[in-house]
């Protein structure tokens, strides 16, 4: 039998707690209405979408795909926040391939472009995770992070009151070698282009310390650290950068499988940092990829499946998870209160 075709069933007996609604109203802070991350919500009707909210108990969307470009930007504001501007907000994004035209002018044009969009009804910033691997300047250089030519793109979300969503680096497995020992061999053996080995590409530490960097210099700025502050594997470094700031805040989006395998850290985690995790799942909108997230975070159960198939080989893992049991006043900070201070 080869390891592909290895999917052992646990024999445990364990508990398996249903959670139909969530203890609090949510808000999503993180997530996408376009193909291919949303499942196409923008060509479905919007009925079903909200059909989706009310049967989780979700009071608000943010949708990060404006990032993808302006006109899709437009588009999303139309068919969403004019037509729900309580229910949606929706976050704008920087078109680099400019850079290597502009030149040493990209910045400043930058800057305006996010004032721009501002105007139109955007309510954030998103910075994917091209940024730090494939970002390029006039000259063909790598961009860093913390390029300080871009001071004028951060101090403008800044002064525009514009929370910054930023994926940079993560997972660590995506930056070391493809061999016997890398615990995400399964998922980058089926997607070789989510592998970023050093060289060519920076390594994984210089990334996340740039990342640091950045978040320090621009302490009026409010930067949102996508999927646990891009360091799910290292709660004690996301906590270190949480408690030495006042801007830093991080998502839990895609990494309940990281979170769930840890759950005394995780826990405890959760805890220290109550006031600055906003809750997101980054899967597309539907109740049951809801309720799975409710399990994770309400429920005491041992030991399940963080995908929808068990039986399927997992998808970020061959492990599985933990419910966390948080207290209320925990979460009821993680499912809204905090996404409600920072995405206003």
Known sequence: MELKDYRPLPQL???????????FPVIDAHNHLAAPYGGAWDEKPLSELLDVFDEANLRKFVDLD????????QKHL?????????????????????????????PEWAAKRLEVQKGWGAQGLKIWKPFGLNVRDEKDELVKIDDPRLNPLWQAAGELGLPVMIH????????????????RWDELSAHPEAHFPSPPFPTFDALISAFANLV???????????????????????????????NFYVDISARIPELGRQPYSAQRFFIENQDRILFGTDHPANAETYRAHYRFLESADEYFAYDADPEAVPGQGRWRIYGLHLPENVLKKVYFKNAAKVLK
């Not at 404006?66 to 930007?73: D, R």
């Not at 926040?81 to 502009?102: H, M, N």
């Not at 680096?169 to 615990?183: H, S």
């Open 168 to 183: 940079i680096a993560d997972p660590v497995a995506f930056f070391t070698p493809l061999d016997e020992r890398n615990e």
């Open 78 to 106: 139309d068919l969403f926040k004019a037509k729900e501007p309580d229910r949606f907000q929706i976050f704008g994004g920087v078109d680099w391939a400019q850079w290597q035209t502009l030149g040493a002018k990209f």
């Open 66 to 73: 404006g990032g993808w470009g302006e006109t899709l930007l």
């Open 13 to 23: 007996v364990t508990q398996t707690t249903r959670i139909e609604k969530p203890r």
């Open 216 to 246: 320090t210099r621009h302490s009026s700025t409010t930067f949102i650290g996508a999927h646990v502050g891009c360091y799910a594997e290292n709660l004690g470094w996301v906590t270190s950068l949480i408690q030495r700031t006042q």
